[in-house]
């Protein structure tokens, strides 16, 4: 019976076989799939309007599996003909039996040169939203899967971001895993590489692990991890990041497991080689119970100036979600910077609220010690305390700190609302902050290699600097300090606001007093891409002579007295550097009530300045100085070429103050006005002053010219006439001058060279007329050459001399040449000769002619019509006496008849002769 029924259960199951293998057969034998290709691809195109290509024979299998080999394949983008992805060669097959319960069980895929570029379109759908939409939903039930292995190779992915440009690229992706099953661990093997630029990452990666994956659970598993990941990432290079250990991750219990957790970062940042590693042998979280052995990071740094290291332990750590607590969290750090060594501990215990997220840390205190030659005694101590709760859900952080170092007191409390963007309010306090002891006394050397780097250009830079990061940082705090040491510097009474609110970040009410000078007013940067310095400034007093090197406060002196002695082998003039001026935008006021620089004080200056892309203005630029007023504006073009213009108005200036201090040179002194209206161009000093263009006027009023005495040297010039042919030279003698009641001169400058040709002075014995003297003042080479022709008035008696009336109504040539610093002043004897002989033989002439000759005589010399004027000599009618001005009484004889010639006497002829040859007739 048995065996009868074995028998029938053996022909059957044969049967089967055999319709199956018939079947398989009549399928291989009248079944093509290619056949179905157009219709396939017709079908993609009119259902998904993308464009299917398959550029190979479709192989089929049957039996033990269903299965087939696609060739190589590509589909396009949606509605284009770019391509979406594309593969050289796929493989997969399906056991049979299994379908017939809802399982699919594959055998090992193979995938080899797949590529897909997806992409994040600006409004945040992606390029294969089409793919997923369904027409119809599937009412069957999940199917479960079993994938005996998948092996893929050669195989590429692009990911592109529209919206944020955001690239990201994986390359030679080789995956290898074990069975892959839902529920069921499975090994898996990957190595590709790994490219972004949002952060920038140039990268080879390897992993390797056990997975386990139940998404309807929300359960992961992952155990025997080992990765690794080496190349450009994290802002450095050679960098290489390592994980290994086991973590398990239970999502709907709300529960972590991690055991033999490591993870280590190493490489090169900038210079700076940098080793980071984080331990954590064992921790459990979960509803009931928390527990942690002890967790441990390390950190090890080194660069140029030297090293550090920092070790951070958090002890073991029970409790459960609602209330967990650690014996405590210890630092200890090290650092070592040549001959600065600094050394720290610090501790405090820690309580969790994990169901909450808050943490607390009630007492976290800590001493450090530090050896630097630069502090004083060589050595100091400090200490700290610090309170912190952190409320992770609600993303606020709150602090209050004390710390104590040398004689600095510094307390406060610093509150932190957002982690995405933080909103940070903070207080701050200290009676003293001495920086003499906490950084030694280097503040003048600071200061002094600063102003070296500037000047040798080592700081040069035309770009902005870009301060973006700033519009993620929200502040609103104040800092108050009584008293601020940092020799030479003391400041005390420090308020000042600071706010940020990631448009501009603020100075507010700022209140300090650097030494004796009281400091006001507000400060601020916008506009963070290319900022923008906005500053409202009120200064009671200052002394820049302190705070600058002693050299720089009297370079203007120096310079000129350094002038004279310029030689050949001098060094070359260096360029001006105005390239912070192209980068440098600010707007604002500045006002000092007392301003000492030099030998020069001034009070109640006003600057308002302007400066944007290259140009800036100081309008107004307006200041009481040198015993009267400066008004006026500058401006300075940095964008090619450096370029200046100048328009300002002194009044009631004291010139001699004025000429001393800028120019070395107190030739001139008294009270006047000032006009000035100049611009310049050039790469130098140099150049700008030989390119100087414009006008200036002068008007002043009782003052002196200091090195000659005009009156005294014309009073000895008669008694040298009869020695001297020539010229007489003399330096500037400061112990002489000559005082004046008006003097006024304009001047045209041309490329460098003033021009003037109107100067005219009032004094007490001679006039300089205007029209009368002329010359020139070369700016570029610091040049004079003039002419002056004072003109005697009255007696010198007044001043002691004798017989100087002889000298009146002569032009006395007075030439001034040389350097500014030292002019020599000369007279023309020659000229001054000439001069006199012909005022002494007028003289003579004039009292022998007498009454209207004289002043035909008179007439002539000083340039009057001459033909009017020697017929008045001659006792002819002049053209003006021959029209009748009805005043004269009619003539009895007859219009017509001529009155015979009054015959010339012998005397007239004799003086005729004697004017003829005066006049060079």
Excluded: C
Aim: aromatic fraction near 4%.
């Amino acid at each position: 019976m048995k065996s009868s029924i074995l028998k029938k259960i053996m022909i059957g199951f044969g049967g089967l076989l055999a319709v199956l293998i018939l079947l398989v057969v009549y399928l291989a034998v009248t079944f093509n799939p290619n056949d179905y290709k157009s219709t396939v691809i017709q079908l993609v195109k009119d259902k998904k309007q993308r464009t299917l290509e398959i550029k190979g024979d479709i192989k089929l299998s049957f039996w033990p599996k269903i299965g087939a080999d696609l060739g190589e394949i590509s589909l396009s983008e949606h509605h284009a003909r770019q391509q979406f992805a594309a593969i050289k060669s796929a493989k997969v097959a399906l056991a049979i039996l299994p379908l017939l319960k809802k399982e699919i069980v594959v055998d090992t895929v193979y995938l080899n040169g797949a590529q897909i570029n997806i992409i994040q379109h600006a409004d945040g759908s992606f390029n294969f939203d089409d793919l997923l939409s369904k027409e119809e939903d599937d009412p069957s039930q999940p199917i479960n899967f079993d994938v005996q292995g998948i092996k893929i190779t050669n195989t590429q992915a692009s990911y592109i971001n529209e919206g944020s440009g955001a690239k990201y690229g994986v390359e030679h992706l080789n995956v290898t895993t074990g069975q892959v099953a839902l529920k069921t661990p499975f090994d898996i093997a990957a190595d590709f590489h790994v490219t972004a630029n949002q952060p920038q990452v140039n990268a080879d990666a390897v992993i390797k692990a056990n997975i386990m994956a139940d998404p309807e659970a929300k359960h992961f598993v992952v155990k025997g991890l080992d990765a690794q990941i080496k190349g450009a990432l994290l802002d450095g290079k050679d960098v290489v990041v390592t994980a290994q250990g086991a973590v398990d991750v239970d999502a709907a219990q709300a529960a972590l497991s991690v055991t033999e957790l490591k993870l280590a970062m190493q490489g090169d940042f900038n210079g700076i080689t940098r080793e980071v590693s984080l331990q954590a042998p064992a921790m459990a979280v979960n509803p009931k119970l928390i527990s942690s052995e002890k967790v441990l990071l390390a950190l090890k740094q080194q660069d140029a100036q030297g090293d550090l290291k920092l070790e951070v332990a958090l002890a073991e750590l029970k409790g459960n979600q609602q209330a967990a607590e650690s014996k405590g969290i210890t630092a200890d750090v090290q650092v070592n910077a040549g001959t600065r060594k600094v050394e720290g501990h610090f501790a405090s215990p820690v309580k969790a609220n994990l169901a909450d997220m808050v943490f607390d840390i009630p007492a976290l205190a800590g001493q450090f010690h530090i050896q630097d030659p630069a502090v004083p005694k060589g050595a100091m101590d400090g200490e700290f305390k610090l309170a912190l709760n952190a409320n992770i859900k609600q993303e606020q952080v709150k602090t209050v700190f004390n710390l104590l170092l040398a004689e600095t007191k510094l307390n406060g409390d610093v509150n932190v609302a957002g982690f995405k963007t933080p909103h940070i309010g903070f207080k701050i306090h200290a009676d003293t902050l001495n920086l003499n002891a906490l950084l030694g006394n280097t503040g003048s050397k600071k200061a002094e290699v600063t102003a070296q780097k500037t000047a040798s250009g080592t700081s040069k830079t035309d770009k902005p600097a870009d301060f973006s990061v700033l519009k993620t940082l929200f502040l609103d705090g104040s800092i108050n300090i009584g008293k601020i040491l940092y020799t030479p510097y003391t400041l005390t009474g420090l308020n000042v606001g600071i706010k940020a609110d990631g448009q501009k970040l603020a100075l507010q009410g700022l209140d300090v007093k650097l030494d004796d000078s009281r400091i006001q007013g507000n400060l601020a940067i916008s506009q963070f891409s290319k900022p923008l310095y906005t500053f409202d400034v009120n200064i009671d007093k200052l002394d820049l002579n302190r705070y600058m090197p002693q050299q720089t406060a009297n370079s203007s002196t120096a310079s000129n007295e350094k002038t004279p002695e310029k030689s050949a082998n001098a060094n070359p003039e260096q360029p001006l550097d105005l390239s912070a001026l192209k980068a440098f935008n600010a707007q604002g006021s500045i006002r000092i009530g007392q301003l000492k620089y030099g030998k020069t004080e001034a009070k109640n200056l006003n600057i308002g300045l302007k400066a944007q892309d290259g140009v800036a203005s100081l309008n107004p630029l307006n200041v009481d100085v040198y015993q009267g007023t400066v008004r006026g504006a500058v401006k300075l073009d940095a964008r090619a070429t450096p370029a200046i213009n100048i328009q300002q108005t002194l009044q009631n200036i004291s010139v001699g103050s004025l000429l001393a201090e800028t120019i070395n040179n107190d030739m001139l002194s008294g009270t006047g006005n000032v006009s000035l209206d100049v611009a310049a161009q050039g790469a130098t000093v140099t150049a700008l002053k030989k390119s100087l263009s414009g006008t200036a006027d002068l008007r002043m009023a009782d003052g002196t010219v200091k090195g000659i005495d005009i009156a005294g040297t014309i009073r000895d010039a008669k008694s040298k006439l009869n020695v001297l042919k020539g010229q007489t030279t003399t330096a500037t003698d400061n112990t002489k001058q000559t005082d004046f009641s008006e003097l006024t001169a304009s001047f045209n400058i041309k490329n460098g060279v003033a021009r003037n040709d109107d100067l005219a002075m009032k004094a007490p014995i001679f006039r300089l007329t205007k029209g009368e003297s002329k010359g020139d003042i070369d700016i570029g080479k610091e040049q004079i050459n003039y002419l002056a022709k004072p003109t005697l008035v009255n007696s010198l008696k007044g001043q002691g001399g004798k017989e100087a009336g002889d000298l009146g109504s002569v032009g006395i040539p007075i030439k001034v040449t040389g350097a500014f610093a030292a002019p020599k002043f000369s007279i023309d004897m020659a000229a001054l000769g000439q001069a006199l002989a012909k005022s002494a033989a007028l003289d003579a002439l004039t009292n022998q002619l007498g009454g209207d000759k004289a002043d035909a005589v008179k007439s002539l010399i000083n340039g009057s019509n001459k033909t009017d004027a020697l017929k008045g000599l001659l006792n002819k009618k002049s053209s003006s006496e021959s029209t009748n001005t009805g005043t004269e009484k009619p003539s009895d004889a007859n219009p017509t008849e001529e009155k015979p010639a009054e015959e010339t006497k012998p005397a007239d002829q004799l003086k005729q002769k004697a004017l003829k040859k005066l006049l060079n007739f």
